[in-house]
């Protein structure tokens, strides 16, 4: 179950990043605009979450 969790949030977190990087760049209006902020949030969040859990972890073995 955990694995079927990681696996989906880096789909997720490429998928972000792809977004990103193939965007055409010209503005083509807000909905592109907030779904542009929406993945670079997500580029940030999603490395950011997986640190925090690991240590969590790491401090739940102590």
């Known amino acids: 179950m ?3 969790k990681l696996i989906n949030v880096l789909i997720l977190w490429f998928v ?3 977004f990103l990087q193939t965007s055409s760049g ?3 209006g807000p909905l592109l ?3 542009s902020f929406l993945a670079l949030g997500l ?4 490395p950011a979450y997986f640190v925090v859990r690991l240590f969590g972890a790491v401090g739940a073995l102590d």
Not at 43 to 46: F, G, K, P
Request: hydrophobic letters at 55%; glycine letters at 12%.
């Open 2 to 4: 955990v694995e079927t």
């Open 16 to 18: 972000a990043a792809t």
């Open 26 to 28: 010209s503005g083509d």
């Open 33 to 35: 605009l907030g779904m």
């Open 43 to 46: 580029l940030w969040a999603i």
